[in-house]
């Protein structure tokens, strides 16, 4: 069974760091783009980053130069890095495996809640 596990989220205030985890299985890991969504309140769910296997990235405007997206392949774990978060950072974070094609299924996480607040 496809599994994707988050952790890593929390409170932490303006200006600080928190990284996310996401523990995917390997039957998807070697094959599947990995990312990052996030829902923040009252607002639609958006991409925040995603790698793909070969390790190219892509960013949402708002956290690039903030936030870093990174994969462990021996692990099956992707990762997102935020640095000086904001308080327009707080939402749900998801993480996201991206199919290769239409015959493939896509997988979410359960989704862990970063708030950023003083």
């Known amino acids: 069974q496809v599994q994707l596990v988050e952790s890593g989220g929390g409170l932490v205030q303006p200006g600080g760091s928190l990284r996310l985890s996401c523990a995917a299985s390997r039957s998807i890991f070697s094959i599947y783009t990995m990312g990052w969504y996030r829902q923040g309140p009252g607002k639609q769910r958006e991409l925040v980053a995603r790698?793909?296997?070969?390790?190219?990235?892509d960013y949402t405007d708002p956290v690039k130069g903030r936030f870093t997206i990174s994969r462990d392949n021996a692990k099956n774990t992707v990762y997102l890095q935020m640095n000086s978060l904001k308080p327009e950072d707080t939402a749900v974070y998801y993480c996201?495996?991206?199919?290769?094609?239409?015959?493939?299924?896509?997988?979410w996480g359960q989704g862990t809640q970063v708030t950023v607040s003083s």
């Open positions: 790698i793909t296997i070969g390790g190219s990235t």
């Open positions: 996201h495996a991206d199919p290769p094609g239409p015959l493939y299924v896509k997988y």
